[in-house]
C-alpha cells in the first residue's frame, strides 16, 4: 500500500505511528508510575496511623473497650476507619469506629500476621493496614483502613489532562515532523530539479555544493565526480569517433582510389599485384591506427586490472634494446645500451615495453645515418630513470608542447616512411601515467632529442 508514495509522504506516516507510540507508552507509564507511587504514600500513611493506634492502645491496655478512635480528625484523613479485633478460634470485634460491612476478614490470615509486624490487605476499593499485638494473654489484630477515592480522584484528573494534552502534543508533533521533513528535501529537490537539466549534450554542468560536509554535500559531491567521469567518457567516446573520421579517411580514399583505377579496365598482374599491395598497407595502416585509438580509448583502471605484477625495468629496456637492433641496422643506427642496476616497479611488463620501443623508434628514425642512440637505466634520489638519447634532428620547441597530442606528427614528409599513425608518444604518454611516472622531453633542433621515462622510488 506505501510502495506507491513518496519518501516525505512515508517519513511523515511514520513519524505518526512512531509519535503515537512513544505518547502512549508515556501516559501509560506516567499512570502506572502515580498509581504506585499513590498506593505508596497512601501505605505510609497507614503505616504511621496504625502504630500510633497501637502505641495508644498498648498506653491504655486496660481500656480496650472504651477507647475513642479519633485519628481522623488528628489527621485530617477521610475517610478513615479503624478497629481492633480479638483473635482465637475466630476474631471478635472489641473496638469499632463504622467500618465498611463489604470488607471480608479471614481469620486464617489474621493468625498468620507475625507479631507487631505491618502487613496490607487489598480488598475491592479498599486497603487495610493490619498489625497484631499481644495484650492481656491474648492476640489482637489492630486494623486501620480506607478507600482509593483519593488516588481514583487523583488517577482520573491525570487521564483527563493526558487525554487532552496528548493529542495536542501529537498535533504538534506531526507539524512539526513534517516541517522538518519538507526542510530536509528542499536540497535534495533542488538537486533533482539541477539534475533534470543535465544531459548527454551538456556535462559540464555540476550540483551546487555548499560546504556544510553533511549527507546532502557527499551526495551531491558523488554525482559531481560521477558526471565527471561521465563527461570524460563522452569527451573520449567523441574524441575517438573524430580522430578515427579523420584518420581513417585518407587510408579508405586511397584504397578507394586504387580499386576504382584497378577496374576501369583491365590490367596485367603485376599491375594488381602492385594495387593490391598498395590497399594492403594502407589496410595495415587503419588496423594500426585503430588499435591505438582503442588502447587510448580505454581507461587506466582497465589497463593495470589485466595484468599487474612486478615489472623489473632493467629486464623490459633490455628487451626493447635487443627487439629494436634488426630495425636500428636497416637505418645504418648504432644502438648502445648501458644499465646499471636491476630496477622493481609494480606494474605492466608488454606496456612498458611497447613504450620504451616507441621512443626507440622515433630515435633510430629521426636520426642521421651512421649516429648513435644512446640507452640508458640508472636512479637518483627520488626516481628510477629510463633515458633515449638521439644525435637526429631534434625538435623545434613550438613542436615540443604538442609532441604528446594525438595525430601530432613533427615531420609530416616523412610521415610514410616511419610508419607512424601520430599516436605513438600519446600511448607513450598514456602508459606512464598508468604506472604512475614522469616523462620528460629535452630536445634541440639538428642537435638531438633525449627522453625520459621517471618513475618514484
Known amino acids: 500500500m ?30 502506572k508510575t502515580l498509581e504506585s507511587s499513590s498506593k505508596d504514600k497512601l501505605e505510609s500513611t497507614l503505616k504511621v496511623i496504625v502504630l500510633d493506634v497501637v502505641d495508644d492502645i498498648v498506653e491504655h491496655k486496660d481500656k480496650l473497650t472504651k477507647r475513642v478512635f479519633n485519628e481522623e480528625k488528628e489527621y485530617k484523613f477521610k475517610p478513615l476507619y479503624i478497629r481492633l479485633l480479638k483473635i482465637d478460634d475466630t476474631y471478635e470485634v472489641i473496638n469499632s469506629t463504622i467500618f465498611p460491612n463489604d ?77 522538518l521533513i ?24 555540476r550540483l551546487e555544493s555548499k560546504n556544510m560536509n553533511d549527507e546532502i554535500d557527499l551526495l551531491a559531491n558523488e554525482i559531481n565526480n560521477l558526471l565527471q567521469r561521465l563527461q570524460l567518457s563522452f569527451e573520449k567516446i567523441s574524441q575517438f569517433s573524430s580522430d578515427a573520421s579523420h584518420e581513417l579517411k585518407t587510408p ?11 577496374l576501369r579496365k ?31 580509448a580505454k581507461e587506466e583502471y582497465e589497463v593495470l586490472e589485466e595484468t599487474k605484477e612486478d615489472v623489473y625495468l632493467d629486464e623490459v629496456t633490455n628487451e626493447a634494446y635487443k627487439e629494436m637492433l634488426s630495425f636500428a641496422k636497416l637505418r645504418d643506427i648504432k644502438l648502445l645500451c648501458k644499465i646499471d642496476e636491476p630496477i622493481q616497479i609494480k606494474g605492466h611488463h608488454k606496456l612498458l615495453k611497447i613504450a620504451i620501443k616507441n621512443i626507440i623508434k622515433n630515435a633510430i628514425t629521426f636520426s642521421h645515418k651512421n649516429e648513435d642512440v644512446y640507452i640508458k637505466n640508472y636512479s637518483d634520489d627520488a626516481y628510477y630513470i629510463i633515458s633515449i638519447e638521439d644525435k637526429g634532428i631534434g625538435i623545434s620547441k613550438e613542436d615540443q608542447k604538442k609532441i ?28 606512464v601515467k598508468i604506472h604512475k611516472g614522469e616523462i620528460e622531453l629535452k630536445s634541440q633542433e639538428n642537435k638531438g632529442t633525449c627522453v625520459y621515462f621517471k618513475f618514484l622510488k
Not at 406 to 429: Q, Y
Request: proline share 1%; glycine share 2%.
Open 404 to 431: 604528446f597530442e594525438k595525430f601530432f606528427r613533427t615531420d609530416k614528409s616523412r610521415n610514410k616512411e616511419s610508419g607512424g599513425t601520430g599516436l605513438g608518444m600519446s600511448i607513450v604518454k598514456k602508459i
Open 252 to 262: 579508405l580514399t586511397i584504397i578507394r582510389g586504387e580499386i576504382e583505377i584497378a
Open 2 to 31: 506505501m510502495t506507491n508514495l513518496s519518501i516525505k509522504k512515508k517519513l511523515l506516516i511514520y513519524n505518526i505511528i512512531i509519535q503515537t507510540i512513544i505518547l502512549l507508552l508515556f501516559s501509560f507509564s506516567l499512570y
Open 266 to 296: 583491365d590490367r596485367t598482374t603485376k599491375e594488381y599485384k602492385e594495387s593490391f599491395e598498395n590497399c594492403l598497407d594502407e589496410i595495415l595502416v587503419i588496423q594500426q591506427t585503430i588499435d591505438d585509438l582503442l588502447f587510448l
Open 182 to 205: 519538507y526542510k530536509s528535501f528542499v536540497p535534495i529537490e533542488l538537486m533533482l530539479n539541477n539534475l533534470k537539466n543535465i544531459n548527454a549534450s551538456d556535462l559540464s554542468k
Open 103 to 179: 470488607i471480608k476478614e479471614n481469620i486464617n490470615e489474621l493468625k498468620n500476621i507475625n507479631k507487631n509486624n505491618i502487613v496490607f490487605n487489598y480488598q475491592k476499593d479498599y486497603i487495610i493496614s493490619q498489625m497484631k499485638l499481644f495484650l492481656n494473654n491474648q492476640n489482637y489484630v489492630v486494623e486501620v483502613a480506607t478507600n482509593f477515592d483519593t488516588i481514583n480522584s487523583t488517577l482520573e484528573n491525570i487521564l483527563y489532562i493526558l487525554f487532552f494534552i496528548v493529542p495536542i502534543i501529537l498535533i504538534i508533533s506531526i507539524i512539526a515532523g513534517y516541517f
